[in-house]
Every structure is written in structure tokens, then in C-alpha cells.
């Protein structure tokens, strides 16, 4: 079985405390599925570490802590996706500027047609 790529997957997120938290993990988990579907070894700060609360994204240092780690990722993977159904935020916006400055491809993906 040939390996998969690795793929960081970005999506929009307002915070665990934000009133549509679980609409967002839902959205999360179809967008993780979508790509295992495609094959790919799809990995997700907003997954691991705020959707778990392994790091707070209400806390100004552990937010930084977050993207540093994000951008970390991006480095390892072979490229980064952005599921945009529902909007296309700055933070991504950011992060798309900042992988392409890695040299990674970028793709924009939808779950809706």
C-alpha cells in the first residue's frame, strides 16, 4: 500500500466557546472524512488541539502556542487544504500566504457542490 501524503486541513473556527462550536466540529469531522476519501493522511490543529482543548483558543498565548504548532505541520506536510463551504477567514487567508511561502501547494476544497 503506498503511503498517503500528509495534508494539513484549514477550516473556518470561531472557538469552542463560540455558539456555533458544534456546527464547526461537525463541519471539521466531514471535511477529515472528505479527505481520507481522497486518500490523504489529513491532520487538523483546530482538531487536535482546540476541538480536544489541549490548547485554549480563548487564551492569547496558547492561541500562538496553536499556530506556531500549525505551522510546524505545514512544513512536515506535503500540502494544505482549505475547505471553504462556508466562509474563507483571515486566519486562512494568513496561513494560505504563509505555506506558500514554505513553497506547498494549496487547495481549496468544497463538501457542497
Not at 464547526?24 to 482543548?53: F, K
Not at 512544513?75 to 486562512?92: E, G, L, S
Not at 511561502?101 to 457542497?112: A, E, H, V
Request: proline share 4%; aromatic share 8%; glycine share 4%.
Amino acid at each position: 500500500m503506498a503511503d498517503r501524503p500528509l495534508v494539513v486541513i484549514e477550516v473556518p473556527w470561531s472557538g469552542m466557546t463560540h455558539k456555533n462550536a458544534q456546527k464547526e466540529i461537525v463541519y471539521l469531522r466531514g471535511c477529515l472524512r472528505d479527505s481520507l476519501a481522497h486518500n490523504e493522511l489529513p491532520w487538523s490543529a483546530h482538531g487536535l488541539l482546540h476541538q480536544t482543548m489541549a490548547l485554549y483558543d480563548s487564551d492569547e498565548e496558547q492561541l500562538a502556542e496553536a499556530v506556531l504548532v500549525a505551522r510546524q505541520m505545514v512544513t512536515k506536510a506535503d500540502c494544505v487544504i482549505f475547505y471553504i463551504d462556508h466562509r474563507y477567514t483571515q486566519q486562512m487567508r494568513d496561513m494560505a500566504t504563509w505555506a506558500s511561502m514554505q513553497g506547498k501547494p494549496i487547495l481549496r476544497r468544497t463538501l457542497y457542490s
